[in-house]
């Protein structure tokens, strides 16, 4: 356990910075995983909709210090081109 004052605040600053980014990096996690579905589902409205969130998450996580933004810019072209395949796929 820490001795020095400075340690001791260093100490309790990371507990409370380790719960701040694993509530956001569960929240994220949660609306990677309602997208997930709804594009499963081939609900290309819902899909859609929750797309929005799920990239508006994804940045906000970014500016979080959560994700890094390539990571980030990674998942939504990889989510937008599955969402686009199930427009596709329900034109033809």
Sequence with gaps: ??????????????????AVNRANKSKLRGTLRLLREAIVKGDHAAATTQYRETASILDKSVQKGVLHKNTASRYKSRLN???????????A
């Design 81 to 91: 081109s599955r969402l686009k395949a199930i427009a596709t796929a329900k034109a």
């Design 1 to 18: 356990m820490a001795n020095h004052v400075s340690s001791l605040k260093r100490a309790r600053q990371t507990i409370v910075k380790t």
